[in-house]
């Protein structure tokens, strides 16, 4: 089982690296806690995931796809599976910063490399990057993107 304070940490990390960032898309985001999380800071979020139950947030019953208008200033993922790889695609495609948890790769990577090889996709793209640690169990590494 994951840290239950994991939504908490992560929240209070992005408001802290992103004080401008009031409108903020989390992706692959399961029910909601961590849009819950975020609002109870003051910023509105908006979840996507294609899960039907969820908590009485903001939600996107869908996966994002490159495509999705954008209304956001910031993307993240907590521990978003599959989806981390977009949520850097989209970030760069809409010039937006972006932060991710990443557990699992989408292709079988090991976790430190998969790190590495997050971020070598966001330089490529012409981000920023830097790697934060998040006090809590589990996988905590945090890969942020920013434009200069």
Request: glycine content about 8%; aromatic content about 8%.
């Amino acid at each position: 089982m994951g840290d239950l304070a994991r939504f908490d940490r992560f929240a209070d990390f992005l408001v802290s690296e992103f004080p401008d960032a009031t409108r903020v898309w989390d992706i692959a985001g399961g029910m909601g806690k961590l849009n819950a999380a975020l609002t109870a800071r003051g910023r509105h979020a908006l979840t996507f995931d294609a899960r039907a139950k969820h908590l009485p947030v903001p939600f996107a019953e869908r996966l994002l796809t490159l495509d999705e208008p954008c209304t956001a200033d910031l993307v993240v993922g907590l521990h978003p599976d599959g989806a981390t790889r977009i949520i850097v695609e989209y970030a760069a495609r809409h010039r937006l910063p972006f932060a991710v948890v990443p557990c699992c790769s989408d292709n079988s990577m090991p976790y430190k490399p998969w790190l590495r090889h997050i971020g070598a996709i966001a330089v490529q793209a012409g981000f920023v990057v830097r790697e934060a640690e998040l006090k809590m169990s589990g996988r905590s590494r945090v890969v942020v993107g920013k434009w200069v």
